[in-house]
C-alpha cells in the first residue's frame, strides 16, 4: 500500500522516506552550498554546544506543499534527528505572505547545513499546488468545475515528475500524464493519442482511432483531432465512425496556426484572434457535433493553456469540458527562505527578521521508515 492511502486513512501523520526515495548524496553535502557546510565545520569546533531555531516562510498567498518531504530530509540526513524538534504546517494547508511554515529546533551541526535544500523543495513544490490551484479555481469559473489534466512531462526534467505530480495532486489536479507522475499519491498516468499516432497512418484519424480502441479497449476512447488543422471535419468524421463509442475529442491546435474551418468562413473573421484553440473555434465544434446529435461527446483542449487563458474561456462559457496544462504550471514563482531567528533560547536573527511564532503549527515526531 502506497503511504499517501496510509495518510489519507489516518494511520500515518506525514509520508516518509520511503516515499521520497532520497539521493543519498544529501547526507555527503553533495547538494548544499559550500558556506552551509563550512559552517557546520566551524560550528562542531568554536560553538557546539549552540542551539538554534530556524523558520521557514515565503511571501505569497500559497497552498503549502513539501512539508512532508522535507521533514523526512531531516528525519533521514540530520545528525542525532530524533532530538530535533519540529513543528510544521500540513501539505495543502492555505498560507499567507510571511507565515512560518516550519521550525526545526536543534543543535546547528546537526541539521543546518539542509536548509538550501528544504528552501528548494518547498519553493518547487509549493509553487506547482499554487499554480494547479489556481488554474483548478480558474476551471470553475462557469460554475461547473472542469478537469485539469497535469501535462507537464515535456516542460521539464523527468527526474521532477514524481514530486511535481505530486504537488499537482496537493493543488487540485488527480489526471496526470505519466506513472512517475502518479508515483507518490496513487493513480496510473493517462492519456490517448499524440500527433505521432496520426503521423503513421498519413493523418487519417479515423484509422488511428480505429487502431487505438483495438489496443486499448478498456480505455474511454478519446480522438485527437488537429492533426490536419482541420478539427470540425475530423471531429465529425470520427463521431460518424464510432458513434456512441466516442467518448471526446482532443484539439492542440498550434498558437500559430488558423484552422481551415476560418479559411472556409471567412466571413467570420475580424472581430477576434483566430488562431489556435480559440473560443470561436471551440463553439463552432459544439454546434457542429450537436447538430449531428453527438451530444455525448466531450471537448478537451490543450496547448499554451493558462490560468488566465482558462478564464477567459470561462467567462465566456465555452463548451469545453476538460483542459490539459503543461508548461505554466511549472513556473516556480514561490522562493522561501530559512532564517536562523532563536539562539540558546533568545531572539537572535540578522536585522529585519525575527521569530515569527506560528499556532497553527504542529508538532512532529520523529519518524523513520527503514
Not at 120 to 125: F, N, T
Not at 343 to 368: D, H, I, M, S, W
Request: hydrophobic content about 35%; charged content about 25%; aromatic content about 10%.
Amino acid at each position: 500500500m502506497k503511504e499517501i492511502s496510509q495518510k489519507l486513512n489516518g494511520e500515518i501523520n506525514r509520508l516518509t522516506n520511503k516515499t521520497f526515495k532520497f539521493d543519498e548524496r544529501i547526507g555527503e553535502g553533495w547538494f548544499s552550498a559550500v558556506y552551509f557546510l563550512k559552517t557546520k565545520k566551524i560550528v562542531q569546533n568554536h560553538v557546539e554546544d549552540n542551539e538554534i531555531t530556524i523558520q521557514f516562510f515565503q511571501k505569497n498567498n500559497a497552498v503549502l506543499c513539501g512539508t512532508d518531504e522535507a521533514i523526512a530530509l531531516i528525519h533521514t540526513f540530520a545528525d542525532n534527528p530524533e532530538s530535533l524538534d519540529i513543528h510544521s504546517l500540513k501539505d495543502g494547508d492555505r498560507v499567507n505572505p510571511f507565515e512560518s511554515v516550519l521550525t526545526v529546533t536543534g543543535r546547528y551541526q546537526d541539521f543546518g547545513y539542509l536548509e538550501g535544500i528544504i528552501d528548494g523543495i518547498l519553493a518547487r513544490r509549493t509553487s506547482v499546488a499554487t499554480n494547479v490551484y489556481n488554474v483548478v479555481k480558474a476551471a470553475r469559473t462557469s460554475g461547473k468545475q472542469k478537469p485539469i489534466i497535469f501535462m507537464g512531462d515535456r516542460d521539464d526534467h523527468y527526474t521532477q515528475q514524481a514530486g511535481d505530480g505530486y504537488a499537482a495532486f496537493i493543488g487540485g489536479s488527480t489526471a496526470q500524464a505519466t506513472h512517475a507522475m502518479n508515483e507518490w499519491w496513487g493513480k496510473a498516468g493517462m492519456g490517448t493519442m499524440p500527433h505521432a499516432l496520426l503521423q503513421m497512418f498519413e493523418g487519417d484519424a479515423v484509422a488511428a482511432t480505429k487502431a487505438y480502441k483495438e489496443e486499448f479497449p478498456e480505455d474511454e476512447l478519446t480522438a485527437l483531432v488537429d492533426y490536419n488543422n482541420d478539427v470540425i471535419t475530423d471531429s465529425l468524421k470520427v463521431a460518424r465512425a464510432f458513434d456512441k463509442d466516442l467518448k471526446g475529442v482532443r484539439l492542440d491546435t498550434s498558437r500559430t496556426l488558423v484552422d481551415k474551418y476560418f479559411l472556409r468562413n471567412e466571413h467570420l473573421m475580424g472581430t477576434f484572434d483566430p488562431r489556435g484553440v480559440n473560443p470561436e473555434l471551440v463553439f463552432a465544434l459544439r454546434r457542429a457535433l450537436d447538430k449531428e446529435g453527438f451530444h455525448h461527446v466531450k471537448i478537451i483542449v490543450s496547448g499554451g493553456f493558462t490560468e488566465e487563458r482558462i478564464r477567459h474561456f470561462e467567462e465566456r462559457k465555452v463548451p469545453v469540458d476538460m483542459y490539459g496544462v503543461g508548461g505554466s504550471l511549472l513556473k516556480i514563482n514561490i522562493g522561501f527562505t530559512g532564517d536562523n531567528v532563536m539562539l540558546n533560547g533568545k531572539r537572535e536573527a540578522k536585522q529585519g527578521r525575527k521569530y515569527y511564532p506560528n499556532p497553527r503549527l504542529e508538532k512532529v515526531e520523529y519518524t523513520f521508515a527503514d
